[in-house]
């Protein structure tokens, strides 16, 4: 490719809106521009990369035995109805409305439509397991879009779904794609980990992360050096101390309360029933004591009553605090550290089992005793968050933090979307179950944003050579050396070589400068003194290596 007929509309600004050194420089090297918030068009350079990925991508997901298909990102609503998530996904969710006033949505994910397009078409064990993926556009409204393609509304995303007829089925499903993600990662040439990941609400199932390691990404990571356990910081758990010194949830003697129904609940807190995730509540003459209500962020786990003297109660969702009739800061969500809510992450096991030990009284009851009406399991679990220095859970020494982009996930879902959309299939003996599901994601265009954030310097961004947008560039640096750059681009190209050749008027230093930002992993520089002496001068973009190479050899050399 000539730079001359090609469209790569550098900048030498630094633009004022990016914050990210990967949003800097794909503006600057001309990769993307912005349409709207978290919305962009990939010019030429970032098509070539995004490309690389894709077909990277593909390859890995055919062998592990994905059938890719294309499947509509408009979604009608009755399929999320069904699911219950047309509720649930909230303001992140993109709707609309044809002419009739039917409901439809922007796919943000696939689990609903490719679950109701196979349970008509997959009827018998003899069908399974079935690998489907697609690459494709999701649109999610997120709430602050930002760092470029890195967090847009308009993004990018492979998404595999496997349908097997049992739980062993399931596990090799997961264990291929574990092996894909981590062959498309580093295939891609990028530093990166797998996590373990907080399953969310749906609870008890696997997940995992995979995040490309860089200082700025935005999710947090827990890691031991000493057996490899690593997990994002909603997940990880900390080895605690057998005894507490004192206990951080006192025991506490109430007169019994009357538990309340559902609908109590709901009118009380004007939120449709379905918000509800946890249908255990008390209630005193004037208040609830415990609710849990599934908010737009995650889990939001709103407690009332003589709860709020526990010190864990800081930041709230204003708008929840206002409907409970209660100062903010009084009530909030578990589990979001990054809004600075402390996760019980001192609270000592022992003194949770020495409470659950305490006797009940005639019309009196113990609060944090009971487990199950006090708390549950999964909450315990968030209470054991780990923090940088806690002992691994596993082998005790410190763990370390680290930060990351989560670029890929993967998820164990079992019969979540196949129950709730009548999926089944008919098994060897006979009865009709639900197929065993799970998800599989990799963000294609935030892949772009985080290897040049893990790969930049103050000059620009340092391809990875698998996924760079050409891999070598010729700078010929005056009008007398273009001949034999010429030469070396022909014989370069004719090799099968991705080569740009700057062939600009402009001057050297524009042209080094360039070169620099939009990052080609190997720059073949022809200027007056080295082809003087027959040479050419090479530099390798990611080491700043430079050394020179006979002009006779340059092909055989690249090669
Ligand atoms: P995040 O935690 O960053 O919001 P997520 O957990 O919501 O991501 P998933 O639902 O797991 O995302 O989607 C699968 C993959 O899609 C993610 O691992 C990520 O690589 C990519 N992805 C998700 N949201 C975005 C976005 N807004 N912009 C670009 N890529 C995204
Ligand atoms: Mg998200
Ligand atoms: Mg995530
Ligand atoms: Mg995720």
Known sequence: ????????????????????????????????????????????????????IIRIVEEEMDRAGGMQVLLPIVQPAEIWHQTGRWDV????????????????????THEEMITTLLKNEVRSYRDLPLRIYQIQNKYRDEIRPRFGVMRAREFIMKDLYSF????????????????????????????????????????GEVSHEFMVLAPAGEAVILYCEGCNYAANDEKATAALPETAAEPLLAVEKVATPNQATVAE??????????????????????????VLVRGDDDLNEIKLGNLLNQPYWLAAPEEIAEKLGLPVGYVGPVGLKEKGVKVFADLRIQTMKNAICGANEQDFHLRHVNLERDFTVDTFADLRLAKAGDA???????????????????????????????????DEDGVEKPFIMGCYGIGISRIMAAAIEQNNDENGIKWPLPIAPFQVIILALGEEQKAAAEQIYRELTAAGVEVLYDDRDERPG?????ADLIGIPLRLTVGPKSLAQGEV???????????????????????
């Open 164 to 203: 097997d007829r049992d739980e062993e089925g399931l596990n090799r499903s997961y264990e291929a794609m574990y092996e894909a993600y981590t062959r498309i990662f580093t295939r891609c040439g990028l530093k990166f980990r797998a996590v373990e990941a907080d399953s969310g609400a749906i609870g």
């Open 537 to 559: 001068e090479v530099k390798v973009r990611m080491t700043g290596e430079d050394f020179r190479w006979p002009l006779a050899e340059i092909t055989a050399r690249v090669l």
């Open 1 to 52: 490719m000539r730079y001359s007929q090609y469209y790569i509309p550098t900048l030498r600004e630094v633009p004022s809106e990016a914050e990210l050194d990967s949003h800097k420089l794909m503006l600057r090297a001309g990769m993307i521009r912005k349409a709207a918030a978290g919305i962009y068009s990939f010019l030429p350079l970032a098509q070539r990369v995004l490309k690389k």
């Open 510 to 514: 524009v042209k080094f400068k360039d």
């Open 392 to 426: 691994c859970v596993h082998c005790g020494q410190p763990l370390q933090e680290t930060r990351g982009v989560e670029v890929g996930h993967i998820f164990k879902l079992g019969t979540k979307y196949s129950s709730a959309l009548n999926a089944t299939f008919r």
């Open 89 to 108: 996904y909230g303001d992140e969710m993109f709707r609309l409305q044809d002419r009739h006033g039917r409901d439809f949505c922007l796919g943000p």
């Open 265 to 290: 609940v709901t009118a009380f807190l004007k939120v449709a029933p379905e918000k509800l995730i946890k249908t255990l509540f008390y209630k005193t003459e004037s208040e609830f004591i415990a």
